[in-house]
Structure formats: structure tokens, C-alpha cells
């Protein structure tokens, strides 16, 4: 707690509210603590403060003029009123100039639903509007790459702008003209395209005015599920968010986590969502060929892994959870000991994000390469996620493919293994010299957890129900394990990253409470420092 | 008679040569006592010319009238930064027409002011922003300053003192905002000319994060008289509140039209009676814009009474702003000249904030419908609203310049928008 009496803080009161803040703070997120929210446009977090929008300003007992939130800060004793006559005034004020040029085509708009001119209006602003003059119109503009812009739904607060020109660092929007006149526009032609950051401007406009082309007219927003999530397509693990209907997931949004990825998300992850909606699917287990339920078929598995002598190999895809990477670990150990492999396609490049550097799109393309570092996995094949095979091809012992779709793998691939298990979501070629095929879910079916580049370990949340009988990896591979070394199969995420953290030193002690919703590090094995 | 019209009641200090090309010369402004006041300031050291200033009581005459010496004196005393002396020379508000006069009569008089200010606040690049159509202007500045540099008055080692002081003169791309300080400032830095938000003042942050004085062309023009002759004999002319002369631009409706030095609280009626030869023939005065055309309009009445000082102006109602009296007779039409001081505003609003880039087009739209004959009775309330709702609640004033025109003429001149609303006649439009 905040000692009261140091000189870094300040205590002032907030709608009769006293708040202890760090000194520095502004009135707004003083407020924010306070539990009290100042409506705001241009003010962004991770953005600078131009205080334009007008809306936040506040009443400050002693100050001649309303003060706005966003960049005046706190001092000590200071009365802030937030919800004073004045104060509503003023947004009851600055909400009708904005409306005096605005289109209110909400029942067209994307945004509608989500949109923070909708929502400061119907909370604050007059009931009736008092514009009887013609609006000004500026139409639509394709601004290139996902964006497309409606000028006139535009309430000016240049956030586009300022994360062009601050956090991506490639200025390639502006505002020209003045007064009223005043329009969002490209440099060039190209616009956005091509910029890696850009879809990001779609996410902080906080009306209908920068809309994604790939989402338009897709869904409306209060259709939309939202799942938080952690985005698969790199190793950087930005917090995202899931936006489905009707089981399909319909777009991605980051989700703030000042650790990892800010308020940012990049837009090779964000428009790489389409194969979680995949309709081909593993939906029963199959023993040789012939469909089977759970049951019977793991018991199969099971007398068959036990029958078995000799080393395990086996092949992990990096988009595995921790926890059937665990599972895959434990297996291999309790079978007597073997190699586990995995494949990822690698970027020729990183992509950073220059006003956030923590941000970089990685070169690892897939989510969980740093859990398989950490459980000594061996990486095969190229950049493309391809060859590498022949370690695995000819073995002739328990051969176990979790998740790796095989794509490039040999007509003969584990036609010699004596028990081939191909865990995954998709059907493979490969797949027919299975001896046991057993569907799995993918990341957006399931709870669990990934660790990132940066070793923290970040939950997800399941958002979309699995097809048919495929289960989470964790829990068949679980189910195997629990049989051959005793106890308990794991039936929830939590208790599966339990059983891996006894194993896997760098997990150990963490829960799915320490990790929370915005993750936490993993251990550092040589360390000393405890809690 | 000399320089379009002078007259007898005028105490020419600042005006003295205008009218006298040779005055434009470094060769000819010297004849006429230039660059001694310089000489005298680096001989009295920087914070005793502050002092001199200060006591003198000069208030700036951009339009705020605060008090120059007290400003300098915001400026860090012992520079760790670069300090920037800043002219502001982006004369645009409506009526005005002194600074241009300063500049193209009397650049020497400018300059030398701008290098005693500069050397005050221990800056040693000084910037003179002029207005982007003050084309003949920035030549005759220009050439002024070459000379100035010729002949040691700027740069390295002035008058062999040991300061620097350069002298720049940049040319703006006309935009009014540029004319408020922070807004000048970001167009210097080749920004868009967007007022910035203060805290931090120009003295803490202003040019380049630098500690910044902005001053108007006529108070740096008042500068040397002051260093010169000393506070007292400056306070021999105005008022003990505002002190000294000050160029009064009138336009309008007189027989005389133009600028006019004199001290400041002299009588309103008396400057336009005599000094600018009354009224036209048969007219008579339905009001006056006392201070440019964001200050509020003074009907005939409030005229009679009311002295030319800062406070004076103040408590007949209004500002004396830059003293840019605009004087309106009988003929006038009032919407039709309210709404086109407001047009002027909505085009050279920056767009910043939402109040004023939205409230002065449409504040403009309203008074245009009204002016057509297509307005209501509520449309006067809801202007008054409107316009309520636009001062004080943004970034720079300009917001509010479109306020006090709208605010004053419905108070005052409410039976000419009801008339044109009742009937859709004009009222006095000749």
C-alpha cells in the first residue's frame, strides 16, 4: 500500500472520494482508481495526451476554467468533481458538437455496438438534437491494407494519427485542412498498405470512422462472444481477445498487457484466424481403421503402449498447450525414455513494433516453442516446418505424433512403428499407418496455457465448442499416463498444468491463479530467489 | 499631414517616421537616434533592462496586454538551454494593421527592439514570424536585418559587446492561429500551426522545449524609447494601469480612417470625432469593435464614455485587445457582418478542439439561415448556448473570439436578428 505520508505521493479527493496516488498521476487515471470513469477520445494510454477531444475536462475547486483529466495532474488536497453541474455541462456540450456533423448511420455501421460516440451519447447528451443545418460529408476512403475510413463518422481525435506516427513510427497518415474542414488522409497512394502495425488505428478509433475491411458488415458487435486469448502465430504471445459467432471465431483484438504486447497486436496475427474455423476435422477415434469411442479405444492404446518395448519417439507441434507438451514428456519418460522432436516455421525476420519494443512479431511462428526449449524437445526440419522426418520414419518402436500435421511426410512414414498414436485435429496423409488416431482440440476448444519468447507462462480460455468427440490432448495423453504411473487422469486444464508442473522445474510451484489473466515468468532454474 | 493622416492630439513615439522611406535605411535610422538605446542596454546588463521594462509598465500589445517586463522575467536567469527570443509578427486579427506599419516604415526600430528583448532574456537567436501575405513587408524586414548583420547590430558580437544574437525572419503560410503564441511556435518548428496545451508556459517550454519569450512586434518596437529615455518618461504618457502610447488601427465607417499614435485612456468619442474627422455625412454611429474582431461590439452608448486603456475599454465592457477599432455607423448590418467575423473564425478555426471546430461552422450556418431570412426565435437561444458552450473550454481563445461578437451583438442588437427573422428585411444594410 501507498504510504500516505511519502513525498512521491498525493492525496486529493474525487467526487468526494479521497485517492492516494503516485505523484505525476493525472486527474483521469486518478480517477480511473477511484473506480470513477471520465469519458475521453483522444486520451489514450499508450499514446501522448493532445487533450483536443474536450470531453474529459473536470471541475477543480480553485481553477477559474474546467481543467481536462487527460493532462493535468494531481497535487495534493486537490477537489476534483467529475459529476458536477459544470462538468456534465461540458460533455453534454462537447457531445452535441460532435454530433452536429456526424451521419448517425449507427444501423450501418461497424462500430455501432462498440462505439464510444454511441455510448457517451445515450449516457450524457441531449435528448433531442438541435442541428437543423446541412452536415458536411466527406464520403469513404480506402486508406489501403485492412483500413478503410468514413470521414464523416470521425469525431477528430487523431489517435490514428499519433500511433502512426508514436508507436509504429511510420507516419503514414495526417490530418489536413483545418476547422471543420479537418480530415484524416494518407501520404501516399499506398496508404497503409504494407505497414505491419496498422490494423491496430482500427481498434483505438473509438467511433465507426476506421473500420476493418476483412470484419465489415461480418457481424454486429453485441453478436460477438469474447474469449481472452493468447495469439498463436508467433512466439511472442500477445494477449489477444477471441471475437466469435455462431462457433466460428470472427476476428481477433489484442488485450492490454503492458508485459507483452501493450495495447498492440500485429496484423499478421490478427488476420490469421481463418484455419481456427477449419471444417475438416478428426471428430471420433479410429483403432485401425474402424471408429471407436473413448473408452475402448484409449484402453486399446493403453495394452498396446505397455506391450511395446524400447525407446519412444516422438513429434510435437509447437502449437501444443504446456500442457500436452507435459503430457507428451511424461508418456515418453514413463514409456522407458526416447527423443521428442518438434518442427516450426520460422519468418526470415523479426518485425518489431518501434514505439513499443517489448512487441516484436518473432521469428518463431507458432505459439510454443520456448515450453519446448525449456522440456528439452529437439527441433527438426527447415524454415517452412518441413523434412526432418527421417529421425522418426523408420522407427520402429512406440511412435507418438502429437498435433503435427505431416503434411510433407513420406507414403511409409510409422508403417514400421509397432504403435504408431497420431494425436491431432486434422486428418494427414500420414495418418493411415496409424495404428490409433485420436482427435484433439485446438487452442481456441480448450483451456490451457502457452509459454512465450519471453518465458511467461499465459493462459487461454476456451471459446468454441469441438467437433464430434475431439478432446483436449492433455486429457487423452493424461488419461494413458495416469494408467501406467498411477493416480488420478486429469480432467481440467488446471490440474493437467499441475501434474507437468511437478516435472517441468521451470513451471514448478506456478498455478493457473499466479498466471491469472496476463501471465506470469517462468522459473528461472538456476535461480535462488524464492517468494 | 504626413503618412496618410496624422493629427495634432497624437503623441507619435513609435510612429514618428512612418511615411519617411529614409527611416527604412540602417543609414537614415541612425540619423534619427537608432541603435543608441542597443548600445545603452548592453552597457546596463540584461536583468537592469528586465528592471527598466518592467517598471516602465509596458503591457503587451498582441492583444492580452500583460505586462512585457514581468514576462521577460519568467525566463530562467541562468541559461542551461538555448533561449528563444520569438516576434510575433503574424498580424491577422481582423482590423489590424500596426504591425505591417512598424515593419515597413520602421524595421530598425523592430529590430533593435527585438535584439534589447533578446539580450534581456539572454537569448541568442531571436525569431521574427511574420504573417505569410506580409509580402512587401518581410523584403524591407529582410534587407533591414542584412544590414543590421552588416553592420555588427546582430550576430556574433554585437557592438563588440561579446553576445551573440541572430536574427531570423521567417515567413508563415498566412494562417490566423499562427498568430497565438504556442500555435506560432509549432508552425516555427514546422509543425502544423496547432496552439499546444499549457502547462508548460513558453518560459519553462516553448520553442524546441526551449525557454521561449513571445512578444508582439509593438511592444518590441516600444522597447528602445523605454531603455532609452527610462520608465518615467515612458509613464508620462496612458495611464498608471496602462501606461505609455499605443497605434490605434481605426477602419470603418470615419472620414479618416487608418493608424493613429496616442496615449493610452484617451477619450473613444474624441478619437473618433476629431481625430478620424467624425462620422460619414449624414450618419451616425451605431457601433464599435474596440480592439479587433474577436473582442465584444460596444454599441453608441457604451462608446460615449469610454476611455482607450486597458482597463478603461474593460469597464465599458469589452477589450482593448490590439486596439483595432472598428467603427460601424447606422448603414451597418449587423447579422451580416457578425456572421461574417464568425466565417472568418470557422475558416481559421485549427480543428483541434471539438468545441470550436465544430461549434463555429455551425454558429456561421445558424447566423447564414438567419441571415437569409430563414431563421427563429430559438436560433438566438440556442447561438447564445452554443456559444456559451464554446468559451473556456478550449486549448487557445479562438473559440471564444467567436463567442464575444455572436454574445455581444444578440444582447445588444437583438431587434435587428429579430426584425430579419420577423420579416427578412435588413436593417441599415446601405
Known sequence: ?????????????????????????????????????????????????????????????????????????????????????????????????????????????????????????????????????PKRVFGRDDFGGDVLFYGDRCVMCTRCVRFM?????????????????????????EGLEGSPFAGNIVDICPVGALVSKDFLYKARAWDLDHTPSVCPSCSQGCNIQLHIRDNLVQRLKPRENLEVNGWWMCDFGRHNYEWMNRGDRLEVPMVGGEAMGWPEALETALARLKEVQGPVKALVSPHASNEEMGMVDGLVEALGGGEVFYRSPRAQDEVPLPGFPTLVRRRDLAPNVKAAEIMGFQRIGDDEARGGLEALQDHEGILLVVGDELADAAEEFGSRAQGFLYVGQYPAPAMKNADFVLPSTTFTEQEGSYTNVQGRIQRFWQGTRAPGAARPGWMVLGALLAELTGGDAPVRAHEAFARVAERVSEFSGITYRDMGTRGTPVQEPASLSGD | MAYPYTHEKEVRILSKYFGEPEARTLEGWKARGGYKSLAKALEMGPDQVTEVVKESGLRGRGGAGFPAGVKWSFMPKEPTKPHYLLCNADESEPGTFKDRELLRWTPHQVIEGVLIAAYAIRSEHAYIYCRGEFFETTQILARAVEEAYEAGLAGEDVMGSGVTMDVTVHVGGGAYICGEETGLMNSLEGRRGQPRVKPPFPAQAGYRGMPSTVNNVETLASVPFIVENGAEAYREYGTEESPGTKLFCVSGHVQKPGNFELPLGFPMMELLDEVCGGMHEGRTLKGVIPGGSSVPILNAQECQDCELSYEGVAKAGSQLGCASVIVMDDSTDMVKQVRRMVGFYAHESCGQCTPCREGSSWVEKILRRIEDGRGTEEDLDTLMEVTTQMTGTTICVLSDSVAAPVQSSIEKFREEYLTRIRTGEKVGAA
Open chain 1, 165 to 189: 506516427r508514436e508507436v509504429a513510427e511510420d507516419e503514414r497518415l495526417t490530418v489536413v485542412e483545418r476547422g471543420n474542414r479537418s480530415v484524416i488522409d494518407t501520404f501516399f497512394e
Open chain 1, 1 to 133: 500500500m501507498a504510504d500516505q505520508q511519502s513525498p512521491q505521493t498525493v492525496t486529493l479527493t474525487i467526487d468526494g472520494q479521497e485517492v492516494t496516488v503516485p505523484k505525476g498521476t493525472t486527474i483521469l487515471k486518478a480517477a480511473e482508481r477511484a473506480g470513477i470513469k471520465i469519458p475521453h477520445y483522444c486520451f489514450h494510454p499508450g499514446l501522448s495526451s493532445p487533450a483536443m477531444c474536450r470531453l474529459c475536462l473536470v471541475e477543480v475547486e480553485g481553477a477559474p476554467k474546467l481543467l481536462p483529466s487527460c493532462t493535468t495532474t494531481v497535487s495534493d488536497g486537490q477537489v476534483v468533481l467529475t459529476d458536477s453541474e459544470a462538468a456534465r455541462a461540458q460533455r453534454t456540450g462537447v457531445l452535441e458538437f460532435y454530433l452536429v456533423n456526424h451521419p448517425l448511420d449507427c444501423p450501418i455501421c461497424d462500430q455501432s455496438g462498440e462505439c464510444k460516440l454511441q455510448d457517451f451519447v445515450f449516457a450524457e447528451g441531449r435528448e433531442h438534437g438541435r442541428g437543423k443545418e
